[in-house]
C-alpha cells in the first residue's frame, strides 16, 4: 500500500514541476522575444534537406541569402529596383499566376512544334 502512496506522490510532484517549467517558460518567453521589425525572412526555399536560400530583411535592407547547416551567407543585396517588384510580386500574387499561365502556354506551344517536327522527320 506504501509503493502505491509514493507512486501517486510521486506523478502529482511531477505535473507539478511540469506546469511550474510551463509557467516559468511562458514569463521568460515575454522577455527574451525580440521585435521582429529588424530582422524579417520575406520568402525562403528549401534547396536540399540541409540548406535553403532565402529573401532576408535587415532592417530597411533586402538580401539574398544562404543558410546552412555550418554557415550562413550574404549572397547579395537587392537594389531599390529589385525591392520594388518583390513586394509587388508578394503584394499581387494574381500578377504571378498569369505568368504562370504564360509559361504553360509557351510549354504547349514549344511541344506542339516537337512533335511536329518529329511527324516530319517521319
Request: charge should be positive; proline fraction near 1%; include cysteine.
Amino acid at each position: 500500500m506504501d509503493i502505491y502512496i509514493a507512486v501517486f506522490k510521486t506523478i502529482i510532484f511531477l505535473i507539478i514541476i511540469i506546469f511550474m517549467i510551463n509557467i516559468c517558460l511562458k514569463y521568460l518567453g515575454k522577455y527574451t522575444n525580440q521585435s521582429k521589425r529588424n530582422f524579417r525572412i520575406i520568402q525562403k526555399i528549401a534547396v536540399s534537406k540541409t540548406s535553403a536560400i532565402g529573401i532576408v530583411q535587415i532592417i530597411d535592407t533586402y538580401y539574398v541569402m544562404s543558410f546552412s547547416e555550418n554557415r550562413n551567407e550574404i549572397l547579395k543585396e537587392l537594389n531599390d529596383y529589385e525591392v520594388t517588384q518583390l513586394l509587388d510580386s508578394l503584394e499581387n500574387p494574381k500578377s504571378s499566376e498569369n505568368n504562370s499561365k504564360d509559361f504553360k502556354q509557351i510549354l504547349q506551344s514549344m511541344n506542339d512544334k516537337i512533335q511536329e517536327l518529329k511527324k516530319r522527320k517521319r
